[in-house]
């Protein structure tokens, strides 16, 4: 079994600000990916980034790098030069490749981020 | 344009009576999924489906069901078994074993409001 754990439930940075929402997880499987999801107001769900376990090079999207600490397993989303549409819920989530990897993504609980001009 | 349609958006019932969730999606994807959202909390996996006449328990399927007759159809009954039905219902759909990361597309979620 997979456990997400998230130990950030709220933050306050100011807008411009570099932000870091922390991700650690637990799994015996040797491969897998790990995604950030973004959940705002509305309730749709937007995914991030992906970072498979055996990618060599840190994943970024624009914005949004993973920082991916496979010794530590920690998957930490930084987001540089936040905005106010930043705010939201965060959601980190991890699959298993074994047997096939189509029983879907494992979440945790989220870190909800509040963008202050 | 390619997405996941959830109806209704928003739905009140009365304790006791079955409801039914849509789900629908026309991009092709083999695997379905069914999630639960209660406030602060994360997702957690009702059911899913990475075939069509096939379907998994996820880890909360008690006083849930759900079919998948057809490849684009995910429809969720939340029954009267269901002990707490009031949460935020999301449905998701992915290319499942046919390979990609993986990623999960999901709808806009159905709040479920049971009186």
């Known amino acids: 079994a997979q456990k997400i754990t998230q130990t950030q439930p709220g933050m306050f940075v100011q807008e411009k600000e570099a932000v870091t929402l922390d991700c650690t997880y637990d799994?015996?499987?040797?491969?897998?990916?790990l995604f950030w999801y973004k959940q705002p107001s509305s309730g749709e769900m937007i995914f991030l980034i992906y970072?498979?376990?055996?990618?060599?090079q840190n994943a970024t999207e624009g914005r949004y790098s993973l920082n991916f600490q496979k010794a530590r397993k920690s998957a930490n989303l930084v987001i540089s030069a936040s905005q106010l549409g930043d705010s939201a819920m965060y959601f980190c989530?991890?699959?298993?490749?074994?047997?096939?990897?189509?029983?879907?993504?494992?979440f945790g609980k989220g870190t909800h981020l509040i963008i202050q001009p | 344009d390619g997405g996941i349609t959830q109806s209704p958006k928003y739905l009140f019932r009365k304790e006791g009576q079955n409801v039914t969730l849509s789900c629908e999606q026309n991009?092709?994807?083999?695997?379905m999924y069914w999630y639960r959202q209660d406030p602060g909390q994360g997702l957690r996996l009702i059911y899913y489906?990475?075939?069509?006449?096939?379907?998994q328990k996820g880890d909360i399927a008690e006083g849930y069901s759900v079919s998948r007759e057809k490849k684009e159809s995910f429809p969720l009954t939340v029954t009267s078994a269901q002990k707490n039905p009031t949460a935020f219902y999301l449905c998701?759909?992915?290319?499942?074993?046919?390979?990609?990361?993986?990623?999960?597309?999901f709808g806009e979620g159905s709040r479920l409001t049971v009186l």
């Open positions: 799994t015996s499987d040797q491969s897998y990916g």
């Open positions: 489906s990475q075939i069509v006449n096939d379907f």
């Open positions: 998701a759909s992915s290319t499942g074993t046919g390979g990609g990361t993986g990623e999960l597309f």
């Open positions: 970072q498979g376990s055996y990618d060599e």
């Open positions: 989530a991890m699959r298993p490749f074994s047997g096939g990897g189509a029983d879907g993504l494992t």
């Open positions: 991009l092709n994807h083999d695997a």
